[in-house]
C-alpha cells in the first residue's frame, strides 16, 4: 500500500526509517539473537522469583523444607543477578527494534494487530518489572502499592506477552538460528563509517551485560565481593562481616532489646508457658549452624550461628518431639513487615533452625537481633526475624 505524501519531512523520515531497518543492528538477525538472551534472561528470572514467591508467602497445604539449607541463597542470587542482566539486553532490544514502531501500515490484518497489541503489554511489563525490581534492590519505593504483589502479578502479564510475542517470532527465530537466508534476502549495506556492524553492537550490548553483571553479583558471590561497584551492599561490610537491613534505631527496639527486662516467652498451644532470661537461653544446650543471610534484595553472607534450636524450646515447654505445630516467631518489633514469620513443618524441628544469640562466637551486634534471632535453612532474608520475644505455638 503507497501512502500518498502529505509532507516531504514526513517522506525524508520514511527514507531514513526504511534505511535504518536495513542496518544490521536493526535487522531480524540482532533483533533475534537479542531476544533469544532475553527469553533466556527473563525465563530464569520468572522461574526464580515464583520460587521466591512460594517462599515468603508459602500456601498453607505447602511446608517449605529447611534444607537445602542455602538453596533460597541460589535461587535469590540468580533472580536478581538474571534481572539486572536483562537491562542492557531489554535496552538493546528496544534499540534494535525501534524503528519498527514507524511501520506503515501499522499492522497487516487482525492477527497481526494482537501481536503488535501485545508488544506494549511485554514492551511496558519489562520496564516495569526491571525497574521495581531495581528500584526495591535499592529500597526506593516511589509508587503505592506494595512491591511483592505488584512485581509479582506484573511477573505473570509480561510473561503471557512475551509467550505470545515467541510463538510469533517463532519462524524469525528459527531462521536466525538455522543460519538460513531470511525470507527476502537484502543486499547487503556497505559499511559505513561510523555506523556499528551487526557484530559490534551485539558485542557491545553483551559486553555491557556481562561488566553489569560481574560488578553486581559479588553482592552474593563472595570470591567477587571487591568488584561489587554497581550493588548497594556488599556481602562482608556490617558488624560481624555482615551487613543489615533494619537497623535496631530504625525498627525502634534499641531500649527493648538492650534492656536488662527483655524475656523471652514460649506460648500458644503448649503445655507449659515459658518465660526466659537471655541467661536462661544461654544455660541451655547450645547448637551452631552455618547459614546464609539471603535477602531477598539479592545480598547474601555466610555466617557461624550458635543458639538454641526452635525443637529444644518447644520441648522444654512440654510439645512432643516432631509434633506437627505451626509458630508465630514475633519481634520486638511489633509492627512493619517484619515483626513476625512463621515456621512450619520439619523446618519447626530441622536441628539448624535456631534462635541464635552469637555469630562466631560473639555476641550478636543488636543490629543483627540481638538479646535473640531466628535463623534457618532455606529461607527469605525477611523471614529471618530479629529481636524474639516471643513463640506462639499453634
Ligand atoms: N524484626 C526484624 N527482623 C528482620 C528485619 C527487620 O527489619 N526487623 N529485616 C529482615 C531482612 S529484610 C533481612 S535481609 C534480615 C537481615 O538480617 P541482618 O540485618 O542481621 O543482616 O533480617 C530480617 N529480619
Ligand atoms: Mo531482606
Redesign the pocket.
Known amino acids: 500500500m503507497k501512502v500518498p505524501l502529505l509532507d516531504p519531512g514526513l517522506e525524508h523520515l520514511r527514507a531514513r526509517r526504511d534505511a535504518a531497518l536495513d542496518r544490521p543492528a536493526h535487522d531480524d538477525r540482532s533483533a533475534a539473537i537479542l531476544g533469544i538472551a532475553l527469553g533466556v534472561s527473563f525465563t530464569l528470572c520468572f522461574v526464580t522469583g515464583l520460587y521466591s514467591h512460594l517462599l515468603q508467602q508459602p500456601p498453607t497445604w505447602i511446608a517449605v523444607p529447611p534444607s537445602p539449607a542455602g538453596l533460597f541463597r541460589i535461587t535469590q542470587g540468580l533472580h536478581v543477578a538474571s534481572g539486572i542482566a536483562s537491562i542492557p539486553l531489554l535496552l538493546a532490544k528496544l534499540w534494535s527494534v525501534y524503528p519498527r514502531l514507524f511501520q506503515w501500515p501499522p499492522f497487516r490484518d487482525a492477527l497481526h494487530l494482537v501481536e503488535r497489541a501485545s508488544l506494549v503489554v511485554l514492551v511496558a511489563g519489562s520496564l516495569f518489572m526491571l525497574f521495581s525490581g531495581t528500584a526495591n534492590i535499592e529500597r526506593w519505593y516511589p509508587w503505592k502499592f506494595f512491591f511483592p504483589t505488584g512485581h509479582y502479578w506484573a511477573a505473570w502479564i509480561t510473561m503471557g506477552a512475551l509467550v505470545t510475542h515467541i510463538g510469533a517470532k517463532l519462524p524469525v527465530v528459527r531462521r536466525v538460528l538455522s543460519r538460513t537466508p531470511l525470507a527476502q534476502p537484502v543486499p547487503p549495506v556497505p559499511a559505513e563509517p561510523g555506523i556499528l556492524g551487526r557484530r559490534g553492537f551485539l558485542g557491545a550490548a553483551f559486553t555491557a551485560t556481562g561488566l553489569l553483571t560481574l560488578f553486581t553479583v559479588g553482592q552474593t558471590v563472595g570470591p567477587l565481593r571487591r568488584l561489587t561497584f554497581f550493588a548497594p551492599r556488599r556481602p562482608d561490610i556490617?558488624p560481624q562481616g555482615?551487613?543489615?537491613?533494619?537497623a535496631a534505631v530504625e525498627?525502634g527496639v534499641l531500649d527493648a532489646a538492650t534492656s536488662a527486662d527483655y524475656r523471652l516467652v514460649v506460648t500458644g498451644a503448649v503445655p507449659q508457658e515459658l518465660t526466659l532470661t537471655r541467661g536462661d537461653l544461654e544455660a541451655m544446650e547450645r547448637r551452631s549452624a552455618v547459614l546464609p543471610?539471603a535477602?531477598v534484595e539479592g545480598w547474601s553472607a555466610s555466617a557461624r550461628w550458635g543458639g538454641v534450636t526452635v525443637g529444644a524450646l518447644l520441648e522444654a515447654a512440654g510439645v512432643a518431639p516432631g509434633a506437627d505445630v505451626t509458630v508465630d516467631v514475633r519481634?520486638l518489633?511489633r509492627n512493619g513487615l517484619?515483626?513476625q514469620s512463621v515456621l512450619a513443618g520439619d523446618q519447626v524441628w530441622a536441628g539448624n533452625t535456631l534462635l541464635a544469640l552469637t555469630i562466631d562466637d560473639e555476641d550478636l551486634h543488636v543490629?543483627?537481633?540481638y538479646p535473640l534471632r531466628l535463623i534457618a535453612g532455606n529461607r527469605p532474608?525477611?523471614l529471618?526475624?530479629?529481636?524474639v520475644e516471643e513463640l506462639v505455638v499453634r
Open positions: 556490617g555482615l551487613p543489615v537491613n533494619g525498627a543471610i535477602c519481634s518489633e517484619y515483626g543490629d543483627h537481633g532474608g525477611v529471618q526475624t530479629k529481636w
